[in-house]
């Protein structure tokens, strides 16, 4: 069985930062893919940031410049680093991993999600 915990959510005024992690746990093979999620009330799910276990890093362009995405696979965990926080950023955060269980099963696994709330 495999899970993803986040941690590091919480609220903080505009221009701040926060760090997020995202540790995967369990019967792990491989990871190909981590990455971070958003949704804010009313809106979809969208992408914030991808990370492949060669390193290629993805962004979206409204993070660009802001969000840095890291991953440490010794220990099956990413990291968002999240710096110059605008209240448009406000959302609920989720990690996601493709991952490769033991039985060489794949599959996408979700976190439970963590709070982000950014204050004028």
């Known amino acids: 069985q495999v899970r993803l915990v986040e941690s590091g959510g919480g609220l903080v005024q505009a221009g701040g930062s926060l760090r997020l992690s995202c540790a995967a746990s369990g019967s792990i093979f491989s990871i190909a893919f981590m990455g971070w999620y958003r949704q804010a009330p009313g809106n979809q799910r969208e992408l914030v940031a991808t990370?492949?276990?060669?390193?290629?890093?993805n962004y979206a362009d409204s993070v660009k410049g802001r969000f840095t995405i890291s991953r440490d696979n010794a220990k099956n965990t990413v990291y968002l680093q999240m710096n110059s926080l605008k209240p448009e950023d406000t959302a609920v955060y989720y990690c996601a991993a493709v991952i490769t269980d033991t039985w060489k099963s794949v599959n996408k696994y979700w976190g439970q999600g963590t709070q982000v709330t950014v204050s004028t």
């Open positions: 990370s492949t276990s060669e390193g290629t890093t």
